[in-house]
């Protein structure tokens, strides 16, 4: 069996059709193609989304959006689970050498999704510095050669304000996220982004799961363990609704964990 570039044979073979049929729809203005998020990191396993990101000479063609559109649709209906829990972006090779870059909207196929939007979704600090330090090559030259280095300070500036924005986001209006999938989803977030502020590197949610019920107060162990255990068939996780009690501890931890990170911040 494959092994490369993931374990999961049936992965590989989705990902190879992917890279092969963007190659052809892109030509010349394809630069590479790489994995980052958990497959990147190496904390992976069967009930995690695949990571992304294109990198293109120079923005999209018309042309090329709808051909790219059409693709992406047919690799969701491809025979496998996998076909349906893809997500990344296209970036313009000068968008993505650069941090100053960040915000810019890319076309960006989001997870669960068959069709390409507009979005800064990966348009990030911490997606750059993945993909620099992690990213795993599908095609294309090393991806420490297609982004400038990013230093600690800056990727930790980047978490806290994801920390602090995003929390304030949920705060504000908790029913947009108030499902069994983002209930969990936001749990094992927190945790990586403090545990990653803490280090100064990226990591995994199961990483800084582990370190969170180590290294914060144990009241919060048991929301942490029932959120990883939360995690399979996110598909029909986001058509339920949290448990109550479940969601209004998750808003806690939140507010708990912003918190944390501004002494942190502070202490730095």
Not at 120 to 145: K, M, Q, Y
Request: with cysteine.
């Amino acid at each position: 069996m494959d092994m490369f570039p993931t374990p999961y044979a049936e992965l590989n073979q989705v990902l190879s059709a992917l890279i092969s049929r963007m190659q052809e729809i892109l030509g010349v203005n394809f630069v590479g193609a790489y994995l980052q998020g958990s497959f990147a990191v190496g904390d992976f396993d069967l009930h995690s989304d695949v990571d992304f990101i294109v990198v293109i000479n120079d923005e999209l063609s018309p042309d090329q959006i709808i051909a790219l559109q059409e693709m992406h649709d047919q690799i969701y209906q491809l025979e496998s689970k996998w076909a349906q829990h893809l997500e990344g972006s296209y970036f313009p090779k000068e968008v993505l050498r650069h941090h100053s870059k960040r915000g810019i909207k890319l076309w960006y196929l989001d997870n669960g999704a068959r069709s390409l939007i507009k979005s800064d979704h990966c348009n990030t600090i911490f997606v750059r510095w993945v993909v620099r330090e992690n990213g795993v090559t599908l095609a294309g030259p090393s991806p420490n050669t297609l982004v400038d280095p990013i230093s600690n300070e800056l990727l930790r500036a980047d978490i806290f304000e994801t920390i602090i924005n995003w929390g304030q986001e949920i705060l504000d209006d908790p029913k947009s996220f108030n499902n069994r999938f983002y209930q969990s989803f936001i749990v094992l977030s927190y945790c990586r982004m403090l545990h990653d502020l803490h280090t100064g590197c990226a990591g995994s949610k199961r990483e800084g799961a582990e370190w969170a019920k180590f290294a914060l107060d144990p009241s919060w162990s048991e929301l942490i363990d029932g959120s990883w255990d939360g995690r399979p068939n996110p598909a029909r996780q986001v058509q339920q609704p949290a448990d109550p009690q479940e969601f209004e501890n998750t808003l806690k931890f939140v507010e708990y964990v912003m918190n944390e990170s501004r002494r942190y911040v502070v202490r730095k």
